[in-house]
């Protein structure tokens, strides 16, 4: 069980509204999505220095509630997916105890040179901690 990520707004993270940028939803993924491989440990700097790398392919994003500057969101991680060549990552986002965006990521496995690789196969030991991580909602 890892602990929520926090993000506070800040003022440039803001439009002219004064609401959080939709934008940056996505940022404030990227964030806790490495923290979360901190927290399980296996960071984003080990993966990298292992030649292995897990680019997006896609996002999904749902808007619930808009936020300002100042609030702290609170991000839950947490894996819905987990294959040899794919992972999906589910966010969910809350201010107040309120669900403000949930969103998700699929990333896939590819080396250095951009190849698509078996994690399975290349990191067995990354593929058998992720996969024991996995969350059926």
Do not use: W
Not at 15 to 30: A, C, I, L, P, W
Not at 42 to 63: I, K, W
Request: proline share 4%; charged share 20%.
């Amino acid at each position: 069980m890892t602990v929520p990520y926090v993000h506070k707004i800040q003022y440039y993270e803001t439009d002219k509204m004064g609401v959080t940028h939709h934008s940056n939803y996505v940022r404030f993924m990227e964030e806790a999505r490495v923290d979360y491989l901190d927290q399980i440990g296996y960071s984003f700097g080990r993966m990298e220095a292992e030649g292995l790398v897990s680019p997006v392919v896609s996002v999904n994003v749902r808007y619930v509630k808009p936020t300002f500057f100042g609030d702290k969101i609170e991000i839950a991680v947490s894996l819905s997916e987990m294959t040899a060549a794919k992972m999906r990552i589910g966010y969910t986002m809350t201010c107040n105890g309120e669900i403000v965006c949930q969103a998700e990521s699929l990333h896939c496995f590819v080396d250095k040179n951009s190849r698509p690789i078996s994690l399975k196969r290349a990191k067995p030991q990354l593929f058998e901690l992720l996969s024991s991580l996995v969350q059926n909602n």
